[in-house]
């Protein structure tokens, strides 16, 4: 039963599961803006492909991390190039500095320590590497780019336009050199310039609401209402779906005195996203009467823009370098950029470096209507680091401060459950289903994790209500979901040896929903062995460990289907496996003593009907 729970808890404290986690994922642009374009946009800045592949992806500084340099530049190099490929930019930035001082003057060390140090958020060190490499190599966009956002932030714009200039090439098609020179022109006061350097943006519909929308955020910020109505109104008129387009415009329409308007705009919006944090935010302060600020309220916001459009879309496909890099000077220029804080944690996260999402998540201002989610998220993010109870701590703490905040009972429970106190878990559950009230699909999530809580406490009869209710809940449009929770109650019926007939129906409804989930086969595998008919549970376990060859259990209930079969070299063999790939403490002791003495013999369940027998030709 222990790994049902572990199959169950994986996604409890992560991001998949987390009933408000569309919070990081703060969509910026277009779809039409995909992989093509972002790759155009980044030939035009990365002057070295090569080097560009092979650079690590990048993270927050840590805020206190020991290092020990190696003793040569080799051993320097070799150590920042094996922390590159590891994606610890921290490491890679730190290698590559000991290893300059050893050879300042080697281009492509050169290069690969502005690249590390840029995606490290070590901007100094970045723009003087960036100086150096200019000065080597007059062509390197990316070098450019870099300088260009630094003299922006500084009000230099003359400056700035002449790196953008030849970090892009001066090509229409190139989002970042385009945008941000007409940024820097807005910065010096002509405007009129801006908007017509954004309108050399053409060609695909996506570059048409880009466009438009940072054309309507120039028009704002120097004065010309009619044009930035005209022009945000394009953009909302080409995706409603997007977040920032609907705040810019919604805002817009509340700041010209049409606070129903403005409304519309938001709930439209919140019809395709609900319960959206910023959403949220927008409409309680327009219920109230309180003024909705600008999105941009100078040069450096609207740059900042720019490179958080560019981040976020390449965080969303996967480009994780290119990403960190643009959200890293999104940031510079805006170090308070809530959304651009929250999606490079988000992406951070995603390559396994928790400990320095949780610290950009703690650099959101607590005044942002994201804060809250992202308070959550440092919770769990410290249980996945094995900090589980300054993780309690935390939470308990927000749930003092928030008592009817239904995701931080959740969170809380999720973390007492990782941490195996599940008649804890269960209990501060239920505080939040008696806050909830009527369940509807959205809550299906919080019964099943209930479940699995009183299921591990050994309270069977709370345990299947639950579960019954989250598979009740549990919308079909959500496979994954619905078959985990098949999955659970038909494995918890099998192993005890009740309602085996609608437990097979059961588990062969979660296999069709899901049928390269290995941990699923091995449970309609296991109640085929449960039920004396070995043969079938061979066939279902070897297509299980085929699927997850390194997990435990499935081994060892191989292991078992084996020997039932005759077959005791093999079942020792993958006993030992499953004792090797780090069991369970209660399985452990068990596998030990079947490798030991063989296997007891056991009487099978019974059947209650033929199903089974019809299901498989018998």
């Known amino acids: 039963m222990v790994r049902r729970f572990r199959a169950a808890f994986k996604n409890s404290t992560g991001a998949d599961l987390w009933s408000s986690r569309d919070v990081p994922i703060f969509k910026m642009l277009p779809a039409g803006l995909g992989r093509p374009a972002l790759a155009l946009t980044l030939a035009c800045l990365i002057a070295s492909p090569s080097v560009a592949a092979r650079s690590p992806a990048g993270s927050p500084a840590p805020t206190a991390r020991a290092f020990n340099p ?34 300042p003057k080697n281009p492509e060390l050169l290069e690969r320590a502005f690249v590390s140090f840029l995606a490290d958020g070590a901007m100094p060190e970045a723009f003087r590497a960036a100086e150096r490499l200019t000065a080597q190599d007059p062509a390197n966009g990316l070098a450019h780019l870099a300088l260009g956002v630094r003299d922006l932030k500084n009000r230099q714009y003359v400056q700035a336009r002449s790196h953008f200039s030849r970090g892009g090439k001066g090509r229409a098609a190139d989002l970042t050199a385009t945008l941000l020179t007409a940024w820097a022109l807005a910065g010096a006061g002509d405007g ?12 695909e519909r996506a570059y048409s609401v880009f466009r438009d929308y940072h054309a309507g955020l120039m028009a704002d910020l120097i004065g010309n209402a009619p044009e930035a109505e005209r022009r945000l109104k394009a953009a909302y008129d080409g995706d409603k779906n997007t977040l920032r387009i609907v705040d810019a415009y919604g805002r817009f329409e509340a700041r010209r005195g049409r606070a129903e308007a403005a409304t519309a705009v938001y709930k439209t919006y919140e019809d395709l996203a609900p319960r959206h944090p910023v959403v949220r935010d927008a409409l309680e302060k327009l219920r109230s009467g309180k003024l909705l600020g600008p999105l941009v309220a100078s040069p450096q916001e609207g740059a900042s823009e720019v490179l958080y459009g560019l981040g976020a879309a390449g965080g969303q496909q996967g480009d994780e370098l290119p990403a960190i890099v643009y959200l890293r000077l999104a940031l510079y220029l805006n170090p308070e950029h809530a959304l651009a804080l929250v999606t490079l944690a988000d992406v951070l996260e995603r390559l396994k470096q928790t400990e320095r999402a949780v610290e950009v998540y703690n650099r959101i201002p607590e005044n942002s209507p994201v804060r809250p989610s992202a308070d959550i998220q440092i919770g769990l993010g410290l249980e996945q680091l094995g900090r589980g109870e300054e993780a309690v701590k935390h939470l308990e703490a927000l749930m003092q401060k928030r008592p009817d905040d239904v995701e931080v009972i959740t969170a809380l429970g999720n973390v007492l459950r990782a941490r195996k106190r599940y008649a804890e878990a269960a209990e501060v559950y239920t505080k939040a289903v008696e806050k909830i009230g009527e369940p509807n699909k959205s809550n299906w999530t919080l019964f099943y994790f209930r479940g699995t809580a009183y299921e591990r406490a050994k309270q069977w009869p709370k345990a299947e209500a639950d579960l019954k209710k989250a598979l009740e809940l549990v919308p079909d449009n959500q496979p994954n979901g619905k078959s985990q929770v098949l999955n659970y109650l038909g494995y918890s019926w099998v192993d005890m040896g009740i309602n085996i007939d609608e437990a097979f129906k059961l588990l062969q409804r979660a296999v069709d929903l899901n049928p390269r989930d290995g941990m699923i086969i091995d449970s309609l595998g296991w109640g085929y062995y449960r039920l004396g008919r070995y043969d079938d549970a061979v066939r279902e376990l070897e297509k299980a460990v085929e699927l997850k060859p390194g ?8 292991g078992d289907a084996y020997w039932k079969v005759g077959r005791k070299l093999e079942a020792r063999f993958q006993w030992q496996h499953a004792k090797d790939s780090n069991p369970e403490p209660e399985d452990l002791e068990k596998i030990k003593v079947k490798l030991e003495k063989g296997l007891e013999e056991e009487k099978p369940a019974a059947a209650e009907g033929a199903w089974v027998e019809e299901k498989n030709g018998g």
Not at 70 to 81: I, K, R, V
Not at 196 to 202: F, G, Q, V
Not at 551 to 558: C, Q
């Open 70 to 103: 190696a003793e040569s530049l080799e051993g320097n190099y070799l150590a920042a190039y094996i922390a590159g490929a590891s994606r610890d930019t921290a490491a890679a930035a730190a290698f590559y500095r000991e290893a300059l001082k050893d050879d």
């Open 192 to 203: 009129k310039r801006a908007i017509e350097t954004a309108d050399r943006l053409k060609g």
């Open 551 to 558: 997990d435990p259990v499935i081994n060892d209930h191989l």
